[in-house]
């Protein structure tokens, strides 16, 4: 009963999507990490200062980075500011590491966040193994994304 509760407490306060991962990759399974932050990365990170745009993630010497994610600096952060695109070390199981990565490291796949949100007062960030789309596919996307609306539209007109 205990367990049951503790799911239903979970509150996820979400920071960055990034969009472009979708449009641009074929997202095929995802994983759940903690950051290494300073201080002044979690304020500004709680300030909604945060663009995953040219984000990735790199495996080094048996570990995750997340690399050119930009974390502004905090406004009312002093001479011990973060810089804004430094490198970020992932929290990650070895074993999740090796199976995850290993997918990644394939031909054509890469490791992309896709999102950066605060899940009970810890900051996390949502990986994904995505294999790059071609052109046609993200046409595909598009016109699914179009029929969607007009469907939305058509109903909310009609009742």
């Known amino acids: 009963m205990t ?31 903690g950051m290494v932050l300073k201080g002044t990365e979690v304020k500004s990170l709680r300030d909604r200062h945060c663009q995953l745009d040219q984000a990735y993630v790199s495996r080094e010497d048996g570990e995750l980075w997340l690399i050119n994610c930009e974390i502004a600096e905090y406004s009312k952060g002093n001479l011990m500011n973060h810089a804004p695109k430094r490198k970020r070390k992932l929290l990650v199981h070895r074993r999740e590491i090796e199976k995850f990565a290993g997918k990644a490291e394939q031909r ?11 899940r009970n007062s810890r900051a996390k960030v949502e990986i994904a193994v995505a ?29």
Request: net charge positive; charged share 40%.
């Open 131 to 159: 294999r790059g789309k071609q052109t046609v596919d993200k046409r595909q996307s598009i016109k699914e994304r179009d029929v969607k609306k007009e469907i939305s539209r058509a109903a909310r007109s009609h009742s």
């Open 3 to 33: 367990k049951q509760k503790k799911k239903d407490d979970e509150s996820i306060n979400i920071v960055a999507r990034n969009r472009k991962a979708s449009f641009e990759y074929e997202l095929l399974e995802t994983l759940e990490c």
């Open 108 to 118: 054509g796949f890469t490791m992309v966040p896709t999102k950066v949100y605060f």
